[in-house]
């Protein structure tokens, strides 16, 4: 099935796991037409999960395809090692009504490094109200229509970065309108958040919400998607603003700017707003998502997925002034598997991002400068991660000498202009072995603003497999290589070693 729109639906804390070919570090994710568990079936109260692992590069920096679409746990530098250990499932249910089912995550993950920490990368609680649910806490997702296993990078978020932590309310899933006899199907959310204290922004929030819809039965071997992914930071306090474009360093925080943010309305400039002549001229908050499109086709043994992400941060992406730019992308996958075969392919997928429009140079149209701001001076990330795709280069990421010394612009987004063509294969051996492979190969021009002196080449690539062994009861080895080579990132080689075991509680004694 179609990974679309990554949400929360009836429990699934590992459903990813027993469909997933091959994820570095194992994370879970959680997508909406994952398979059913143990867990989600009600064999089991709830799943423990363990993994141990380390890296070695021979750079001091981890190479691309080891520590992006992580979630933002794997350590940037090499060597390192770390620990994860993680618990999901149903809460007991006998004081609730019988539609509604508790369940909750919990993961907390430590590296040891030059920069060791503990992270807490899923923490949170969520209730089942029959076609709906609404969670709070800290949660992995994936929000886009695309295919999250082999992905490139989902355009405005992505698995790169940390949750973030937030209160959300939307459909299990795709929910058919009735009066349509299941020809029309929605899937949504909206949901509010907080985004962490920076240096440079404290007390910033999250407005995010998501619409899609699905036409074509279930059943049908041709479906058609589309809807549109809507975030916006807004909020706030910095000491780095100046007069124009903060308060004596406050940005709109009231009730009345968040409904400006939420309407994306131009506000209107009176003495009890008291707006900076930022957001006068421009809507409040920084505006970022992207305008899905898709179809999906069952053929004899394959599905077939043609997907586009449009990007946008204000109204010019909304218009289309920044038509060519979008992640596109192709992916067949084998619906019957061969267990017999030495080796299977099981999925293929094709992409190609563009992101050098951004509706030219030109103001007052142009110079979109994807994922950077001047009011939100971190850009769109999440502890220096970007929140999107991967391939828009972070100021820390990209080697030093590449960026243009003589700019006077130091935005947190070093490099947005980019071409990007990415294969991800995925296939398993008769043994059980599981691997799985990703190619890149990116043009980087840096940005409008501060253009590289040439164009920057750069190729990252990962072969990986994961070797289930007999040990403890079942355990499973994850083992990967990767490399870069090219001018946008310091030259590295690396690898990746674990061993991860999973593990349930006893049956419960609910029939759920």
């Known amino acids: 099935m179609v990974n679309l729109i990554q949400l929360p639906r009836t429990p699934t804390p590992c ?5 997933l070919l091959f994820s570095l570090c194992l994370l879970t994710v959680h997508t909406l037409n994952a398979q059913t568990d143990s867990v989600s079936a009600g064999r089991y109260q709830a799943q423990y999960r363990l993994e141990i692992g380390g890296l070695a590069a021979s750079a001091s920096r981890t190479p691309f395809w080891l520590r992006a679409n992580q979630y933002g746990i794997v350590p940037t530098t090499s060597p390192a090692g770390l620990v994860r250990l993680g618990t999901s499932g149903r809460l007991g249910k006998s004081a609730l009504p019988q539609k ?5 995550g919990l993961e907390a993950v430590g590296s040891v490094s030059t920069a060791s920490k503990v992270l807490l990368p899923e923490a949170y609680v969520s209730a089942q109200l029959g076609k709906f649910y609404v969670y709070g806490g800290r949660r992995k ?13 989902f355009y405005s978020w992505s698995q790169n970065a940390l949750p973030m932590t937030k209160v959300q309310i939307g459909t299990n899933g795709f929910v058919p309108l009735g009066f349509t006899k299941g020809l ?15 240096d440079t922004m404290q007390n910033s929030f999250l407005h995010q919400k998501v619409f899609f819809g699905r036409l074509g039965r279930p059943g049908w071997k041709v479906k ?10 807004w909020g706030g306090r910095s000491d780095y603003l100046n007069s124009g474009n903060s308060k004596n360093g406050k940005l709109p925080s009231s009730f009345r700017d968040y409904i400006d943010v939420v309407l994306a309305r131009q506000p209107s400039q009176t003495a009890e ?16 998502g992207s305008i899905d499109i898709g179809a999906e086709i069952a053929l004899t043994n394959w599905t077939l997925l043609i997907y586009d992400q449009h990007p ?8 289309l002034y920044n038509a060519t730019d979008g992640l596109y992308g192709v992916r067949v996958k084998r619906i019957h598997t061969q267990p017999e075969v030495f080796f299977q392919l099981n999925q293929l997928l094709i992409e190609y991002l563009t992101t050098m429009n951004q509706s030219g140079f030109a103001l007052p149209i142009g110079q979109d400068d994807y994922f950077n701001n001047f009011q939100y001076l971190d850009g769109w990330t999440r502890s220096k991660q970007v929140i999107g795709t991967p391939f828009i280069s972070s100021r820390a990421d990209v080697r030093p000498e590449v960026i243009n010394p003589k700019s006077r612009y130091k935005l947190a987004i070093a490099n947005n202009r980019v071409q990007l063509m990415h294969v991800g294969l995925a296939g398993t051996f008769s043994n059980g072995v599981r691997t799985q492979l990703k190619l890149s190969y990116s043009r980087n021009y840096g940005i409008h603003r501060a253009p590289f002196s040439q164009a920057v080449g750069q190729f990252s690539g990962l072969i990986a497999a994961i070797w289930p062994l007999k ?5 499973e080895l994850q083992s990967a290589i990767a490399v870069d080579q090219g001018d946008l990132y310091i030259n590295s080689s690396g690898a990746w070693l674990s061993l991860r075991k999973t593990w349930y509680s006893k049956q419960s004694r609910y029939n759920y």
Do not use: C
């Open 312 to 319: 946008f941060e204000d109204k010019s992406g909304i218009t």
């Open 471 to 475: 040990w403890l009861g079942g355990t």
């Open 224 to 233: 058609l998607y589309g809807g549109m992914v809507y975030n916006a930071q």
């Open 100 to 104: 509604v089912q508790l369940t909750y």
């Open 141 to 153: 997702e994936i929000i886009g229509l695309g295919d999250s296993t082999l992905s490139s990078g």
């Open 184 to 198: 029309i199907a929605i899937n949504a959310f909206y949901s509010h958040g907080w985004f962490p204290r920076t």
């Open 15 to 19: 459903s990813m796991r027993q469909t």
């Open 273 to 288: 707003n008291d707006l900076p002549s930022h957001d006068a001229l421009n809507r409040i908050g920084n505006h970022i």
